[in-house]
């Protein structure tokens, strides 16, 4: 499911890789990281919904989506 809008860019959402799109996300801590993951949350550039639309998830498996991503961008 990450990989639709975090893959591409799309809909406001910080590609994997992009370092510039995931500096001022990530000096947010992995706590604000974690949240806006889980519970979704409307910023200036889009929207994420909470666990990227699949409520099926659990907060560990969006945890370590938000980990690897972070991984990938830092």
Same mark, same amino acid.
Request: net charge negative; aromatic share 6%; with cysteine.
């Given at each position: 499911?990450?990989?639709?809008?975090? =893959?591409a +860019?799309?809909a =406001?959402a910080?590609?994997? +890789? @992009?370092?510039?799109?995931w500096a &001022?996300?990530? @000096?947010k +801590?992995a706590?604000?990281?974690? #949240?806006n993951?889980?519970n =979704?949350?409307? =910023?200036?550039s889009g929207?994420?919904p $909470?666990?990227?639309?699949?409520?099926?998830l659990?907060d @560990? &498996?969006?945890k $370590?989506?938000v980990d690897?991503?972070? #991984?990938?961008s830092?």
């Amino acid at each position: 499911m990450c990989v639709a809008c975090h =893959g591409a +860019g799309v809909a =406001g959402a910080p590609r994997v +890789g @992009d370092k510039g799109a995931w500096a &001022e996300r990530i @000096d947010k +801590g992995a706590s604000t990281l974690y #949240a806006n993951a889980i519970n =979704g949350v409307q =910023g200036s550039s889009g929207f994420m919904p $909470a666990k990227g639309g699949n409520p099926a998830l659990s907060d @560990d &498996e969006i945890k $370590a989506v938000v980990d690897y991503m972070v #991984a990938q961008s830092n």
